[in-house]
């Protein structure tokens, strides 16, 4: 491979899309644990 294809193809994860997708996918598994925590909680006080 050369290296500039090599360079085109690092540059293809740095696109704004492929970014907002990253950041997506963090605040996801960020939400889904803090609604497990809470849900957790929730259970313990009743």
């Known amino acids: ?9 690092k540059n293809s994860q740095d696109t704004p899309e492929a970014m907002g997708k990253k950041i997506h996918d963090q605040w ?3 939400r889904q644990a803090d609604l497990e925590r809470r849900s957790k909680q929730d ?4």
């Open 1 to 9: 491979m050369s290296t500039q294809q090599l360079f085109r193809r």
């Open 28 to 30: 996801v598994k960020h």
């Open 43 to 46: 259970r313990e006080v009743c």
